[in-house]
C-alpha cells in the first residue's frame, strides 16, 4: 500500500504494522519517531493533524525510513539524533549510537563526585575514546565548574563531538585531541571516564544488526579477550591521574573481574563495587589513584 494520500493517523498504523511484520522490537514507538522526524511534529502535533494526509515528498521519504529501519538500520542513524542524559547529540556513520547503559557511567561519576563533596569544584577531567562526546558533555552539563578533554582516534568523531559541545553551549569548556586512547593527554585528570571497544573479536558477527553494520567497529572490537583497551588505558590513567582521582570504565557483562584485575595490576585501588546498570548488570568499573 502506497502512503501517499493516507491521512496522518492511518499511515502511521500502516508503518506500524510494516515494522511490527519484519520483527522490529519497537515498531508504535520507531513509527511514531519516523514519523515526527519527517513531519517535523511532537506526539500532540502528529494527533492534532491525524486527518491531514501525506503528500507525494512526505510519503517517499517516509517509505525510504521504514526501509532503513526494516533492513536493520537504528532509528538513531536514521534521524541523525540520539538523546543521551536528557541531551541530544548528533551522530555519524564513525560514532557509537549513546545507549542508557553508558549513562551508568555518568552516575557512577557524579555519585563519586557528590560523595565527597567535590561537585563545584575546578576539576580537570578526561573521556578516552568520546565517540559524540556522550559521556564528557553529560558530565560537564552537571558539574558546572568543570573542564573536558575528549579524545579520539578518527577525526570526524572529533568534529561531531565538537559540533554536539557547541550546540549544547559547552565548547568553552570541552576540548578534543585526536589520539590513539592517552597518548597525547598531560594530566593530572581529577577524574577520567572511558567507553573503550570491549567486545571480544569473534563475538561481533554475532551481535544484533543494527550494532554489527552500523556502529563502527574500532569501536566495538576489544581483541581476543575484549580487554585489549582496558589494558592500554588503565596503566595511563595511573599515570595522568591526580592522587585520588578516579578512573572509571564501562565493562561489558562477565567483565568485572577481569578488568578490576588489570586495575589493581597496575597500582589503581579497586576497593569498589562496579556499578550496576538498569538490568542489574555490572557495567561502571571504578579506580582510584593511591593518596600517596
Known amino acids: 500500500m502506497s502512503l501517499a494520500g493516507l491521512p496522518l493517523d492511518q499511515a502511521r498504523r500502516e508503518i506500524r504494522a510494516r515494522l511490527e511484520a519484519a520483527g522490529i522490537e519497537s515498531p508504535e514507538l520507531d513509527a511514531r519517531l519516523l514519523f515526527g522526524s519527517v513531519l517535523q511534529l511532537d506526539l500532540t502535533g502528529l494527533i492534532a493533524a491525524s486527518t491531514r494526509k501525506l503528500d507525494d515528498r512526505e510519503a517517499m521519504t517516509l517509505e525510504s525510513c521504514v526501509q532503513r529501519r526494516i533492513d536493520g538500520e537504528p532509528v538513531a542513524r536514521i534521524l541523525g539524533h540520539k538523546e543521551f542524559w536528557g541531551l541530544s547529540f548528533a551522530l555519524s556513520p564513525e560514532t557509537l549510537v549513546p545507549r542508557p547503559d553508558t549513562e551508568t557511567i555518568v552516575e557512577a561519576a557524579l555519585d563519586i563526585l557528590k560523595q565527597n563533596g567535590r561537585i563545584n569544584d575546578a576539576l580537570r577531567i578526561a573521556d578516552i575514546g568520546t ?13 558546572p565548574n568543570a573542564q573536558g578533554t575528549g579524545t579520539d582516534i578518527n577525526p570526524d568523531a572529533l568534529s561531531i563531538a565538537a559540533h554536539n559541545a557547541a550546540a549544547l553551549g559547552l565548547n568553552e569548556r570541552a576540548h ?33 544488526i543494527e550494532v554489527r553494520a552500523h556502529d563502527p567497529l ?8 575484549g580487554l585489549d583497551a582496558y589494558r592500554v588505558i588503565a596503566p595511563a590513567a595511573f599515570e595522568l591521574l ?14 568485572e573481574s577481569d578488568v578490576t584485575r588489570i586495575m589493581a595490576g597496575i597500582g589503581l585501588e579497586t576497593a569498589f563495587a ?3 546498570d538498569l538490568n542489574g548488570i555490572p557495567r561502571a568499573a571504578i579506580g582510584r589513584k593511591p593518596l600517596v
Open 131 to 143: 565517540g559524540s562526546g556522550a559521556i564528557l558533555l553529560a558530565l560537564l552539563s552537571e558539574l
Open 176 to 208: 578534543f585531541i585526536e589520539c590513539n586512547y592517552a597518548d597525547a593527554l598531560r594530566g593530572p585528570f581529577d577524574l577520567m571516564v572511558s567507553n573503550p571497544p570491549y567486545i571480544p573479536s569473534r563475538d561481533i558477527e554475532g551481535l544484533a
Open 218 to 225: 574500532l569501536a566495538l572490537d576489544g581483541g581476543p579477550d
Open 242 to 255: 591526580a592522587p585520588s582521582g578516579v578512573v572509571i570504565f564501562e565493562i561489558g557483562q562477565g567483565q
Open 274 to 276: 562496579a556499578k550496576p
